[in-house]
T-cell receptor, first 113, second 113 residues
Framework: DTAVSQTPKYLVTQMGNDKSIKCEQNLGHDTMYWYKQDSKKFLKIMFSYNNKELIINETVPNRFSPKSPDKAHLNLHINSLELGDSAVYFC????????????FGQGTRLTVV | AQSVTQPDIHITVSEGASLELRCNYSYGATPYLFWYVQSPGQGLQLLLKYFSGDTLVQGIKGFEAEFKRSQSSFNLRKPSVHWSDAAEYFCAVGAGNNRKLIWGLGTSLAVNP
């Protein structure tokens, strides 16, 4: 039973399209994240939600919009996709408290052509 | 500003040899420290973590790490590397009340047979 699951695993799309990536966690965690990993493996946090409330919003183009319908789900919608958006996007979740680790999904490899 | 440095971008070891991956951090308060591993095409998996107490922590897959406050380091070690350990290794520090993880750039480990 996958703890943090993302769909789709692979996504190939054309420039200018709009796409969504979905994430669900069954760990009962309060906090969820979206990360972007570029081709050099650099991990950059994009957003963090705690109990459906946005708490971290890094410098990300406003074409990226996260949505958390409930604390078990955090989706990422991307408008007007650009070539530079090609990356692996990871969802993660974390329990409450300061001494807890993040659990990651398997990633969504987005390729914009 | 908080930061994490992994000085070695790429390391190659022979199977059966010992391994040490370096991690240095910059953080004003008591850090929460993590090591994650990312196998090819996979998400990130927690190897071990340090929050407090014993500065030598044991993790999964035979890994251990030692927190040295005087050196601001949290190096990862394994006495005998297996071919299946070939992966990308990330060090991270948990910072601030929002528990945002600050990531190193990763060390890519290759294992020669």
């Amino acid at each position: 039973d996958t703890a943090v699951s993302q769909t789709p695993k692979y996504l190939v799309t054309q420039m200018g399209n709009d796409k969504s990536i979905k994430c669900e966690q069954n760990l009962g965690h309060d906090t969820m994240y979206w990360y972007k990993q570029d081709s050099k493996k650099f991990l950059k946090i994009m957003f963090s939600y705690n109990n459906k409330e946005l708490i971290i919003n890094e410098t990300v183009p406003n074409r990226f919009s996260p949505k958390s319908p409930d604390k078990a789900h955090l989706n990422l919608h991307i408008n007007s996709l650009e070539l530079g958006d090609s990356a692996v996007y990871f969802c993660a979740s974390q329990a409450g408290g300061t001494n807890t680790e993040a659990f990651f999904g398997q990633g969504t490899r987005l390729t914009v052509v | 500003a908080q930061s994490v440095t992994q000085p070695d971008i790429h390391i190659t070891v022979s199977e059966g040899a010992s391994l040490e991956l370096r991690c240095n951090y910059s953080y004003g308060a008591t850090p929460y420290l993590f090591w994650y591993v990312q196998s090819p095409g996979q998400g990130l998996q927690l190897l071990l973590k340090y929050f407090s107490g014993d500065t030598l922590v044991q993790g999964i897959k035979g890994f251990e790490a030692e927190f040295k406050r005087s050196q601001s380091s949290f190096n990862l070690r394994k006495p005998s590397v297996h071919w299946s350990d070939a992966a990308e290794y990330f060090c991270a520090v948990g910072a601030g009340n929002n528990r945002k993880l600050i990531w190193g750039l990763g060390t890519s480990l290759a294992v020669n047979p």
